[in-house]
């Protein structure tokens, strides 16, 4: 099954996924695991030392961002859509503007998401193809040399 080429084909909304198409959302374990994703991010965040500034420009309780992380990797990864029809469209680099994000908070960014991957997802090969990903968007987010 090529589910490379399908990761980001599909981006059905709640209501008319077909089951017989498989995609990312799917290969690796549906709403389980993308919420274990969510919980392991933030748990590395708030645990690793040298996460601590990236912790600290959180200003919502954090439980609120792991839901909305969730929920945006719920859609991104070609499940149900549930950030946008909370929210409508993530316009994600917009909505971190109000952050400084330069190199080394994407880094720290990525560090607790490799650990979050690597702990949540079981396979080796999509866990590289996820992070190969999210790492692309993460550096997009950087608004600050
Ligand atoms: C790479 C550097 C990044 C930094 C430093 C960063 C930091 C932040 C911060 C500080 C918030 C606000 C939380 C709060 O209000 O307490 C936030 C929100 C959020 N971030 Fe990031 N983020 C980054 C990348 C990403 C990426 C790559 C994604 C997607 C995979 C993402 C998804 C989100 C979502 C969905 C929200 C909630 C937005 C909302 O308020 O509706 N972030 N991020």
Known sequence: MNWFKKLFASKPQADDRDPSQSNAYDLIGGEKTIRLIAHYFYQQMQQRPDTQSLLSIHRAPIADSEQKLFEFLSGWLGGPQL?????????????????????????????????????????PEHQQVIFQAISTLANNMRNKD
């Open 83 to 123: 950030y946008q029809q909370k929210y409508g469209h993530p316009a994600l680099r917009a909505r971190h503007m109000p952050f400084a994000i330069d190199q080394a908070m994407v880094e720290q960014w990525l560090t607790c998401m490799e650990q979050a991957i690597i702990k949540a997802i079981k396979k």
